[in-house]
Structures are given as C-alpha cells and as structure tokens.
C-alpha cells in the first residue's frame, strides 16, 4: 500500500522500450524502487529500405545498465512481435521467464533453436494465477487473439494496479477454451485501476471485430463450392485457431491435410503437443503423400500470406517448390490481410497463381484478432481506469484511441501517448514523463546482431540503385610502374556485352587518370586510388547520369 507520509511516496516507473513506432517490437519495462519487470521481448520484421536485413530487435541497453533490478519477463501471448527477440536478448541477459502455456511452448521451441534451453529459468503460468516478481504481483488474465492462451496481465505495484491488455478482442464463441474473462476486468474497476495499457491495432475501426468462429463458418461454404478441387489456404504460421479451423473443415469434407513451410509445421507441432490444437486421427498426412490421395480429397495449409518470397506459397506460385507445384483447378483461399507495405508481394504471387490456372480467393476468409472502437470501449468502461495509455500501434493507432477514450469522458490530461524510450512516472496523484532512455531498432543480418549499421545500409541502398565498377590494377614494388591492368569489373550497372563503347572508353579515362599518377611520381596508393574514383565518376556521370560505387583495387608485386 502506498504511504501517506507527504514526503517521499515513490512513483511507478512505466518504460517502453519499443512498440509505439511500429506494430512490432514490444517491450515494456516497469520500475518500482528497486524492482523491474519486463512485459513481452517482440521483434519487428524489416521496413522495405533495409535491404537484407532478416529481423530487427530491441536495444536493451536500460535494462542491461539496471540489471540488478530486473525480476523476471512475463510475456503476453506466442506472436513474433511479442516474443521474437528472446532467443537474442537472452544472450545478453539472463532472468527467468513467465508466460502461459502455449505461449512457453513457443518460446522453447526458440530457446531450444538457439542452445539455450538449459539456460534459462522459466515458469508456466495459469490463468488467474499471480506471480510476485520483487515488489510487483502479476496475474494473468484470459483473453482472446488469434492465438490460444493469449493473457491481459494485471500489474498490482506499491503505487496502484496496471492492466495491459495484450493483443485481445473479445471473442464469446472462441474457436478453443473459455471467452475473455470479462468479469475479472470488472472486479479490478472495483477495486480501482491507477492505468490501462490497451491495445490499439484496430481503434480506427469501428464497431465489434466478429468471432473466428466466423471464418470456420465461411471456410464450410468455400469447401462446398470448391468440391471438386485441391484447397490450398495460406495464413500465418502463428494464428492457430485460424488452422484448427481449416482442420476442422477439411476434417468435415473428408479431406487430408498437408501442413507446409517451417514455422508452420513448427507451431502446429508444438500446439497439438500441448491439446491446444485439436487434429483428428488420420486427418494429417505428408507431403509426399499426396500423391496417393485425388485432389478433392486433399487441402495444404501453407505460410507465405504475405507474398513473402521464400515461403511454401511463393515457391508453390512461381514453379520452384519442391513437392507442390499449381495446377488449373486448384482453389486458393488467403486467410489473412495483407500487412501495409505487403500488398505489391501479395499481388505478384496472386498473378503467378492465377497464370497457373488456380482460382485465388482472398475476401472473407479472415477476421482480425484485435479489438474495435466497441471492444475497447468495454474494457476501460469494466475497468474505469484512472489514466489511458494506448499502446501496440503506430502513432494514428494510439491517437484513434485516444479520440475514443475522449468521447468515453476522459481528460485529456489522464490520456498518455508515449514514445519508446520515454520514462513516465505516475501514481494516484499524477502522471508525467520524466526522462528517455536509450532505445532503438538493432538490426539482424544472418548470424550478426547490431554490425549492420546505418552506414552498411547506406552501402546496400546504393549497391542497389547504381550498381559498382571495381577496377584492379598491379603496381611493381618500389619503382610504382604499371605491371598489369588497370581492368575494370562492373555489377548491377549495365549490361557489359552491350556497352562496349562505354566500357572501352571508362578504360581509356582510367588509364588516363593513372597514367597522370605515375608521370607526377605519385606513389601514395590513396592518392593513386581517389583520381581514379573521381576520373571514373565524372565520365560515367557525364554519359549515363548514374553514381555507381566505384572500388579500385591496387595489387602490389615484385
Ligand atoms: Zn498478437
Ligand atoms: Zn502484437
């Protein structure tokens, strides 16, 4: 209980340490004295200008820096942007973790990738259980999303109680396990909730996001008037009710099922180990079994919703999958909508399946996990939280809830829009951001974390516009006269074979430029290399107005 003694009554810290930029990327720090516990560790998939990046994570430099005080993770549900940088920032940390069921499952599927299973403690949590975690107590509260086990937690700390939702939609006919547990985010109103933390992913859209079960409904239909073919559905590997529904439907129509892409096979293996997914005996079959079986007796669940171009769907799409190629006939249902910035990736691959003969469907087969304008509504009205912070969202996501949270009566003074890195300190008696700390996006390239900076990137992005010119040339030792070359390589800048003229004449201007060198006795290789950058350039400007890198390489013999 907070003390009354005027003086110093100690504020709850609430640090986001990523996640309001983007979709993507969330985690959450709470600080009280000398306790800190972390809500989710997410990645966020790259922007279109990160060439070759795989994945970006969440710099953990404050929590590294206080890592005394750090207690323990708790994490909200199985989704990539909420537990995506585990298996990284568990290299650098180690704290135990807490987390539901099906969500633990998940997270050690990626300890185990990455040899850091015995590592690291953890415990599985029940709904309606509490963990204390220093001087804070969590409870995990059920909700629904797109996935099973997926938890709101409420946050009792010595300056009042948190709720964060999660990612949640209130769903009374879930596809698995009980609906959202209303009745407990009333009782938590009643006993009074300093702030809510609330998901804002569809706060521009009004209304109620409908059941899954309404997908299941819709799947029945398109296996009817589709009977005389293969189905082909690609969704996301993480939105496990959405497969138990197409397993349900394949199981009614008398269909196997075929499961292809890794994430996809790895979730549905670990799902069905722990029953939060349902497959009926027989039902599932290999790949290379489906041979044996007529095509209107088959259905393949595939990744690759986004147009991502190296999964199952695409590779299916454009003719290099290994075991499944596109055949006239074939029906294929997109179970998702495609994420801003996929569209362009989503249109190729519908096009490439549509030329094969397939019919492609993409209109109803799929419902958001997130909560509407109505739903969130419904959960500060049971809640009645003293302060609104929006959160999971880009800037008019959190903003749309804002407006909402207006028309429900709220000041704007008791609305909280952060930025990740702010430091907002609040008790019963105010709320105010105090202070940043560092954050940002480090970026993962293979198997390097963080040594591809801004400077790499600007390298790729202009590899990738203009091309490079290398040109090699050897230099006896000591007297500097020419021994061979100067020759000149080029990628991505034109068509060598059919620039000829060009190329014969940047190989006159480079002789040139070395040629003036030697006459000037210039040995300094650096200077050597820049008249060529400079001599080269200038000419490719001139005839192509195109900057391309521009590499000299200098061999010294003897
Ligand atoms: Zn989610
Ligand atoms: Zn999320």
Known sequence: MKQKNNETVSKLKIIPLGGLEQIGMNITAFEYEDSIIVVDCGLAFPADDMLGIDLVIPDITYLKENIDKVKGFVFTHGHED????????????????????????????????????????????????????????IEFIKTNHSIVDAAALAI???????????????????????????????ELGRKGVLALMCDSTNAERPGYTQSEKTVGKTFDHLFTEHASGRIIIATFASNVDRVQQIINSAYKFGRKVVVEGRSMVN?????????????????????????????????????????????????MANGTHKKVSINAGDTVIFSSSPIPGNEKAVTKVINELSRKGATVIFQDA?????????????????????FSIPVHGEYKHLKAQERLVRDLGYDKENIIILSSGDVLELNDDGAAITGKVTVGG????????????????????????????IVVMALEQGTGTLMSGPEIYSRGFVYVKESDELMDEAHRVVSDAVDRCIDRNVTDWGKIKSSIKDALSDYVWKKTKRRPMILPVIMEVS
């Open 442 to 469: 480090i970026y993962v390239d293979g198997l390097g974390v963080g040594d591809v900076g801004n400077v790499v990137l600007r390298d790729r992005q202009h590899l990738s516009e203009d091309g490079i010119m």
């Open 82 to 137: 909420h537990i995506g940088a585990i298996p990284y920032v568990f290299k650098e940390i180690n704290v135990p973790l807490y987390a539901t069921r099906l969500t633990m499952g998940l997270i050690e599927n990626k300890l185990k990738e990455h040899n850091l299973t015995n590592k690291i403690r953890r415990k599985v949590v029940k709904f309606g259980q509490t963990i204390n975690l220093g001087c804070f107590r």
């Open 267 to 315: 979730v549905i293996d670990t799902a069905s180990k722990l029953e939060c997914l349902a497959i009926p005996e027989n039902t599932l079959i290999e790949t290379e079994q489906l041979k044996n079986y007529p095509d209107e007796k088959t259905v393949i669940i595939t990744t690759g919703s986004q147009g991502e171009s190296m999964a199952a769907l695409s590779r």
């Open 366 to 386: 799929h419902v958001s996990g997130h909560a509407c304008a109505e739903e969130i509504k419904l959960i500060y009205t049971l809640t009645q939280p003293k």
């Open 156 to 186: 009792y700390s010595p300056a009042g109680i948190v709720i964060h939702t999660g990612d949640f939609k209130v769903d009374y006919t879930p596809v698995f396990g009980d609906a959202i547990d209303l009745g407990r985010f009333a």
